[in-house]
């Protein structure tokens, strides 16, 4: 019945993580035992517990998750491979700001409020033959609470003050209010919050800048979030959701604003099931790409997705889950600024896709899973993305899992474009898209072994990336002249006689590793969890080098006690191995920049006053391992702080 699908979100509770159902890693929904790829689910409660400023709070703690902090950025990276190979989702739509932010931005992971994340799924390794292009190191699916027959709702208000002073404090206030408009048929939700941080001070940092200015700690923020849909039971078969959304996410001189549309149905069939998605956002940068006079070049992309599949079972030899698809999307950038070239202010591509995927049950224990999806790129034609994977349960406790799965990237919007003309080395050189690019290709594999039991859990995984045609990014770029001459992207000078160099494919890059997990529940009121990941990132074909912000070793440690009935005392541990900051393109180690390895504790509380009301306070980086920025490529972790927050519902 079409019913199931709305109260499927809002039964996950912590202890179904080991059989709850996934709709992010297969073509239908699954367990995430049986999931034919590795997944770990952020679930509601886990949310509660955190003071999470957005998601991306939430994802520290999931193995094989790293953090690209370049600039005091905080880019996820799934084993080793950066954001721009991670898909983002929100209930399952695709969401894209990088035309408008092309040097990479953290938007992406934060335009929902954490209230109204109802869980967090991450798949790690190669997700192509589902969702095509993006999906090359894994995919982020954030997936938002539903309405159900009751009218609920909630008011939070929390803030973070910092000890040292230098520092920038941060507050929220947030809201959600979702019931039905008409029992068992028309159902509401909405939600929205207002966030801040104040920005550090101009000298918390040592190092300094070109002019002789101190390297800037975290900036100001100021973000705005409201969205509501409309869920409407046609009848016991077809579902249908209506979305808008509007964010506007300021840092520092950066302002986007997004506006979202969406209609999403589903079905529930005698043959099986379906979902058809029609969605598309406008994004609008105020300030543009930036430029040397740190002038206003706003700049305008439009997302456009189209995409639906069915599902259906069928008994052939042996069961098989088969779920077939399409998919079509638009992308379009105008931006009078950078693009100036003979295309114009403008630039657009469009891809379309097929896809297949058989889950098929050769035994009552194994389950084989082969998949394939056909990409047309408007400017690269055909690729295949295949995927083979196979998960066996030894027992009822152990699954045995793996497989391999072929993938393919094109580039960027911007970096394929002949009208590309951007301003870079301080106004000093200029970088140029090139339409002699080729799509990235990714090869994955993975094997790993699980043990579950209510009380006790432990997993392990090793996986091994490689990704041929790997376009650097930024490209080699240098404003000395006689040096850019000696660079293979070399194009010539531009008008005010400054080099000017183009995207290239120049590399192979290689990612491998080991990612553990334990979870351990010695009593009903106490839960200790534990994950570690090692991991081995370089560049494996020219110049043979490290990958920089990739920490060799990464763990995280947290312990959760229900110490009353009303009371609920948490603490955790993240570790951040040795890092390079900086490599260079020549392989010169002399020169690369390596930021050490820190550590931070946080100890967090919430009581329970009443059933509708919460308070929750907390010391996060307990010991005080503020970190500062003393070369450009460093970055800055806040120090001790102290967080309050107090949450009604109704």
Known sequence: MA????TTAQELTEEDVLKAIVVSAAGSETDVKNAPATVSVVTSEDIAKLPAQDARALLESVPGVTFNTSGNQKKVQIRGLSERYTLFLIDGKRVNSDPNVFRGNDYDSGWVPVEAIERIEVVRGAMSSLYGSDAIGGVVNIITKRAGNEWHGSLTNEVTVQENRKSGDYGRSSFSLSGPIIKDRLFLKTYGSYDIRASDDDDINPGLQRDGSHLPGFADSDDKFIDGTATWLVNDSNEMDFNVGYSNRKEDLTTLERKSVGVTHRGEYDFGSSEVKVYGDQIHNDYGHGNTAGDMQPNTAYNFNADGKVNHEVDLIVPHKVTVGAAYKYQEINDKFVLTGSGGS???????????????????????????????????????SPRVYGVYNLTDAVTVKGGWSSSFKAPTLLENSPSWYQVSCGGGCYMVGSEDLKPEIGSSFEAGVSYDQDLFSVGLTAFHNDIKDMIPYPPARTSDLAT??????????????????SYENIDQARTMGVEASLTIRPRDDLTIKANYTYLDAK???????????????SANVAMDWQATDKLTLGTKVNIVGKQYTYVPTDGNMANASKAEAYVTADLTGAYEVNDNFT??????????????????????????RYYFSANLRF
């Not at 907390?618 to 001790?640: K, T």
Request: proline share 3%; glycine share 6%.
């Open 615 to 640: 308070l929750k306070a907390g010391v996060l980086n307990i010991a005080d391992n503020q970190i500062y920025r003393e070369e450009s490529d460093d970055f800055n972790v806040d120090g001790r």
């Open 346 to 384: 403008e630039s657009s591509v469009w891809q379309a896709a097929i896809f297949a995927e058989d889950q098929a049950a050769i035994t009552d224990r194994f389950e084989m899973t082969f998949g394939t999806r056909f990409d047309n790129h408007e400017k690269f034609g055909w690729n295949a």
């Open 484 to 501: 850019a001459m000696t660079y293979d992207n070399y194009v010539g000078l531009s008008s005010d006689g400054n080099p000017m160099f």
């Open 3 to 6: 019913s199931t699908t709305l």
């Open 539 to 553: 560049a494996i074909s020219g110049v043979k080098r490290p990958l920089a912000y990739q920490p060799e070793h």
